[in-house]
């Protein structure tokens, strides 16, 4: 271990912090008044975990990085997100089809990514 990442609760005190800089484990706090900021990056964690590296032999370092670098794209250009109504972070949300004759011809196309583990789909031009 390199870091630990805590708040800036009180209960921590300088004790407390001595005994992980004397192991050479550098102390990192979490932002000022942004409570939620630990909750925001576990969920990330979690949801990386669950649809990647649960699905995933990683073989070594490059490895998880290349994977890790894909997954990044992927959440923040295609995955949809409950909390931007179906829109990726880095898109916006695309326009309704409307017209009704058109839903009858809709070609989707799969693109596969990391060995099919991922999958984007969009409309084919």
Same mark, same amino acid.
């Given at each position: #271990?390199?870091? =630990?990442?805590?708040?800036? !609760?009180?209960? +921590?005190?300088?004790? $407390?912090?001595?005994? $992980?800089?004397?192991?050479?484990?550098?102390?990192?706090?979490?932002?000022?008044?942004?409570?939620?900021?630990?909750?925001i #990056? %576990?969920?990330?964690?979690?949801?990386?975990?669950?649809?990647?590296?649960?699905?995933?032999?990683?073989?070594?370092?490059?490895?998880? =990085?290349h994977?890790?670098?894909?997954? %990044?794209? $992927? +959440?923040?250009? @295609?995955?949809? @997100?409950?909390?931007?109504?179906?829109?990726?972070?880095?898109?916006?949300? *695309?326009?309704?089809?409307?017209? *009704?004759d058109?839903l009858? @011809?809709? !070609?989707?196309?799969?693109?596969?990514? =990391?060995?099919?583990?991922?999958h %984007? +789909?969009?409309?084919?031009?």
């Amino acid at each position: #271990m390199r870091y =630990l990442i805590r708040d800036r !609760d009180s209960k +921590y005190s300088a004790a $407390f912090d001595a005994v $992980f800089h004397t192991e050479g484990i550098a102390i990192v706090k979490t932002g000022i008044h942004v409570p939620r900021m630990n909750a925001i #990056m %576990e969920r990330w964690v979690r949801t990386c975990r669950t649809e990647l590296l649960d699905r995933t032999l990683i073989l070594n370092q490059a490895h998880l =990085l290349h994977a890790l670098r894909e997954y %990044e794209t $992927f +959440y923040n250009e @295609h995955r949809t @997100h409950r909390a931007l109504h179906a829109a990726a972070p880095l898109r916006p949300l *695309p326009q309704p089809i409307t017209p *009704p004759d058109t839903l009858d @011809h809709l !070609d989707i196309r799969r693109r596969d990514r =990391l060995g099919g583990i991922l999958h %984007e +789909y969009r409309h084919a031009a």
